[in-house]
């Protein structure tokens, strides 16, 4: 069975620290592994997705790696700003299914 | 960049009514949606996959017969929850595969509360 972990489960900061959020993935033949930002009662923003090909990407505060054969992936945040508390979300993408982790609640305080 | 769109973002109804929950994709077409669903603090559970033009895939232990999809043109799939129950009550969300790409993306998913 495909599984996805997410460490930690919950992560609170205060303002301005940096920190990593952790995925990892049972089966390394993925075709790409995607994260997510998911708001309170809300639906998902993707973040960054990084094919199987690459290693890394970037967007702004964010940085994604990626690393098939530990199978796992890392989610960089720079810089944390309380507009970044949300629940982030991994998913592995098989040759046909997106399987997800169960997200790491993260709480940025002033 | 790719925009889904789903409504209603919240819905009520009593139980033993239908509810139809819309997912459309807004500036591309999507030849496959995906349907899932969240229960509190879990991650999102893939229900059925949708395919243009022909059934769904349903996972298993999902009721095709309760969840009922479909998926007529290149950017709207429905799923209708028939004859509801306050344990179908649960957030819904939809997804569409855009091959430019191969990212998934979500609408902004559906609170459905049967009473």
């Known amino acids: 069975k495909q599984e996805v972990t997410q460490i930690p489960a919950a992560l609170s900061v205060p303002e301005g620290e940096n920190l990593v959020l952790n995925c990892s993935f049972t089966?390394?033949?993925?075709?790409?592994l995607q994260w997510f930002r998911q708001d309170p009662g809300k639906g998902l923003t993707s973040l960054l997705l990084i094919q199987s090909s690459q290693r890394e990407q970037t967007s702004g505060r964010l940085n994604a790696s990626l690393d098939k054969s530990s199978g796992r992936s890392t989610l960089y945040i720079a810089a944390s700003q309380p507009g970044d508390s949300a629940t982030y979300l991994c998913?592995?993408?098989?040759?046909?299914?997106?399987?997800f982790g169960k997200g790491t609640m993260l709480l940025v305080s002033p | 960049g790719a925009v889904v769109s789903q409504h209603p973002s919240r819905v009520i109804c009593k139980s033993g009514t239908s509810v139809k929950i819309e997912c459309r994709s807004l500036?591309?077409?999507?030849?496959?949606m995906f349907w899932y669903r969240q229960f509190p603090k879990q991650s999102l559970m893939l229900m059925a996959t949708?395919?243009?033009?022909?059934?769904?895939?349903?996972e298993q232990g999902v009721e095709k017969d309760k969840f009922l999809i479909n998926h007529a043109s290149l950017t709207l799939s429905t799923l209708t929850v028939t004859s509801a129950h306050p344990e179908d009550s649960s957030f819904y969300i939809c997804s569409a595969l855009e091959t430019t790409n191969y990212g998934y993306t979500f609408g902004s998913g559906t609170r459905l509360t049967v009473v």
């Open positions: 949708s395919n243009e033009g022909s059934k769904a895939t349903y």
């Open positions: 089966d390394s033949a993925i075709y790409n």
């Open positions: 500036d591309f077409q999507a030849t496959t």
């Open positions: 998913a592995r993408r098989g040759y046909s299914t997106l399987t």
